[in-house]
């Protein structure tokens, strides 16, 4: 219970008069006295808070950078009307800067037995669960001099997904999987691995087609098509230890390597692989195996939603070990971590070896546009000191990247906006190679 503003202001106008008519005691008891009762009245007149009742419904997730409505029904089960201030609080990473006090606060009016609704709107500015905390109200009487307050808990979790930004690449990787399938027509032609059919031989098809004991059964050439492989095993690593909490931009590491492992696998989805997912820097952060094609994407995307870097040193020997009991046959491994020296030396060229024996491994890396635009800097001492430390860092990046290569390994280093399209670019040459 609290007293309101309209309350003080009364009190405050009625001490004038009995400071200039009648100051004394006398005064004071006829002013407060009838202030009091007043607000006793209002006090009884309001409707009591903890015998309302309280629900939610509406969304349960939303992708980053979106909106999700949350809808808290109040019922009013008394013989009084309700007039409130009410507050549903969230946490304040579940609204933009500043915008907190707009969003969470409502004015309420609730008939005697009726029930309203109220939305929230939420607009989340990090992934992961967003649990609502308490509901305030605050009901007052009709003359707005006393007021009743009291908290209710209406449990309501909103899961925060990656925004998947480069889903605007998905539609011309997917025209490029179609040149490789050969489903459109194209100014190129190309072959894949996996026999697909026979059809009649017409000029100018490769010799080394034919079939000659389907030519020998019929009274036409028969030549042999082919597709690009299907059903292969594709397995997105994720490094999730402390090189993959650094920020590039706005954004850790590691949400540009969710962004690009998504693209890969709607891209890999469509084109008939099987993709897992596994997240790891000391232990098993997250996995995703055994879905179905039209299931591993929203698979993927609630399996990244909570996921965070640890501020930890990857144990590159347990995540090799971890990935080979995870892929127990021969698959591509998509491994997106840095491209650091010191962990990659001293983390992944030991055991680098027990992947490239049995998988094909590709290597991926958020590179930092402003080492390149240091690499650049001119005009003063300091940006020429910021040109070399740029350029050296550029120079060990490309060392790693030339040693990882001799062991076989593909290698991706590309700026956050870049690393999506290059890495399903990547995985369409190894298809077209027939490396997959």
């Known amino acids: 219970m609290a007293l309101t503003g309209r309350a003080a202001l009364l009190a405050a106008l009625g001490s004038l008069p009995v400071g200039i008519l009648e100051p004394g005691w006398t005064g004071i008891l006829a002013v407060n006295g009838s202030l009091a009762l007043a607000c006793a009245c209002d006090f009884a007149l309001a409707a009591p808070v903890r015998r309302l009742g ?4 509406g969304d349960t997730s939303t992708r980053l950078g979106e909106t999700a409505d949350v809808t808290l029904t109040v019922t009013n089960p008394t013989s ?6 009410l507050r549903d609080a969230w946490p304040p990473s579940s609204w933009q ?11 309420l009016d609730v008939p005697a037995g009726e029930r309203r609704r109220v939305t929230t709107r939420l607009r989340p500015t990090r992934r992961g669960d967003r ?12 003359l707005g001099l006393f007021s009743r307050q009291g908290t209710h808990k209406v449990p309501w979790t909103v899961r925060v997904l990656p925004p998947f930004t480069s889903r605007k690449h998905l539609p011309s990787r997917l025209a490029r999987l179609r040149e490789l399938d050969g489903r459109t027509s194209v100014l190129t032609r190309g072959e894949g691995t996996e026999f697909d059919s026979l059809r009649e031989y017409v000029p100018g098809d490769d010799t080394r087609s034919i079939d000659w004991r389907a030519t020998a ?14 059903d292969r095993h594709i397995l997105l690593v994720l490094d999730t230890g402390r090189t993959s909490a650094g920020r590039v931009g706005d954004a850790p590491r590691l949400d540009a390597a969710m962004d690009a492992a998504l693209l890969l696998a709607a891209l890999a989805s469509r084109a008939g692989d099987r993709v897992q997912l596994l997240a790891y820097d000391r232990r098993v952060r997250a996995r995703v195996q055994g879905r179905a094609a039209g299931d591993v994407l929203p698979a993927l995307v609630n399996a990244l939603a909570t996921l965070e870097p640890e501020l930890v040193e990857t144990d590159a020997r347990g995540l090799t070990a971890t990935a080979l009991r995870t892929a127990p046959r021969r698959s591509l491994i998509v491994l997106l971590t840095t491209l650091d020296a010191a962990p990659v030396e001293q983390g992944l060229l030991p055991v680098l070896p027990q992947l490239t024996q049995r998988h ?10 402003h080492i390149a635009s240091m690499a650049q800097a001119r005009g003063n001492t300091e940006a020429v000191y910021e040109a070399a430390a740029g350029a050296q860092a550029q120079t060990e990046r490309q060392r790693t990247a030339e040693q990882l290569r001799r062991h076989g390994v593909t290698v991706v280093d590309a700026t956050p906006d870049d690393l999506a399209p290059a890495l ?12 997959l």
């Open 360 to 369: 094909t491994v590709l290597v991926a890396s958020v590179a930092d546009p």
């Open 80 to 85: 009084r009307p309700l007039r409130a201030h």
């Open 424 to 435: 399903a670019d990547a995985y369409l040459a190894l298809k077209a190679a027939g490396r």
């Open 54 to 57: 309280l629900s939610r419904s």
């Open 217 to 230: 059964r019929q009274s036409t050439v028969a030549v042999r098509t082919w597709r690009p492989e299907r």
């Open 97 to 107: 800067p500043g915008t907190e006090v707009a969003g969470s606060r409502h004015r």
């Open 131 to 142: 649990q609502a905390d308490r509901v305030t109200i605050r009901s007052y009487g009709p």
